[in-house]
């Protein structure tokens, strides 16, 4: 598996942020991972980085993760952008997939994020 990939993590939960970096970094040890806390820090992040992988928080304030993702897609039309929520109504999902967003049901898991990244990897 190649190395050496970037993350950007966004969620206004640190707590969120801090499990998922856990689970991504106990399994992809190599990769760098980065952390904003809503979309106006993650569009800076994104400013000056580019990611290979963005995992965005459905519910933050402000601008939604659906909005956000939206507008990562427009600029990085080849990323893995996903969509981690708790929110599983159909209509968000279809929201997302139209939007080109994978989705990643909440509470986050190791074993979700590592199987989710493993089949991105794979397809890759």
Do not use: C, M, Q, V
């Given at each position: 598996m190649p190395n050496n990939k970037s993350v950007l993590l966004v969620d206004d939960s640190k707590?969120?942020?801090l499990l998922v970096k856990t689970f991504i970094s106990?399994?992809?040890t190599d990769w760098e991972?980065?952390?904003a806390e809503d979309a106006a820090k993650a569009l800076e992040m994104v400013d000056t980085k580019?990611?290979?992988y963005m995992l965005v928080d459905f519910n933050m304030p402000g601008m939604d993760g659906l909005e956000l993702g939206g507008k990562l897609r427009e600029r990085?039309?080849?990323a893995v952008i996903?969509?981690?929520t708790a929110n599983i109504q159909q209509e968000i999902q279809n929201k997302a997939e139209s939007l080109g967003l994978d989705?990643?049901?909440k509470p986050p898991?190791?074993?979700k994020i590592r199987d989710y990244i493993m089949s991105r990897e794979a397809a890759q």
């Open positions: 707590f969120a942020r106990s399994n992809f991972i980065d952390e580019t990611y290979d990085f039309p080849g996903a969509l981690l989705f990643i049901p898991t190791e074993e």
